[in-house]
Nanobody, 123 residues
Framework: QVQPVESGGGSVQAGGSLTLSCAYSEYADRWDCMDWIRQAPGKEREGVARIDKDERRVYANSAKGRFTISQDNAKITLYLQMNSLMPEDTAMYYC?????????????????WGQGTQVTVSS
């Protein structure tokens, strides 16, 4: 399987913005939806945002109003625009396909992870 390739992470101050990208060439043919997930040291993985092929979106409460998930028209690149970043957003961010495309991120499990991109937000 082709692994996704995440990029765009970095170090920013609180209140700053970052846009993450995920190149996933097989998305258009294989996956009904894609998620952004994050994992901070010592914490469980958390689904942050989901988008399906019909452009329906689901966000974690922590992301609502600050993060925007999108995809290009060919559906081979996934994006996560993150605004008003806070230190608690510090984590490794991944894109992956959930096993089930539901209208909630809670309880999700994922397949075919990439290497991730680190986001660090300082206060």
């Amino acid at each position: 399987q082709v692994q996704p390739v995440e990029s765009g992470g970095g170090s920013v101050q609180a209140g700053g913005s970052l846009t993450l990208s995920c190149a996933y060439s097989e998305y258009a043919d294989r996956w009904d939806c894609m998620d952004w997930i994050r994992q901070a040291p010592g914490k469980e993985r958390e689904g942050v945002a989901r988008i399906d092929k019909d452009e329906r979106r689901v966000y974690a409460n922590s992301a609502k109003g600050r993060f925007t998930i999108s995809q290009d028209n060919a559906k081979i690149t996934l994006y996560l625009q993150m605004n008003s970043l806070m230190p608690e957003d510090t984590a490794m961010y991944y894109c992956a396909a959930p096993r089930y495309c539901t209208n909630t991120l809670e309880g999700s499990s994922w397949t075919n992870w990439g290497q991730g991109t680190q986001v660090t937000v300082s206060s």
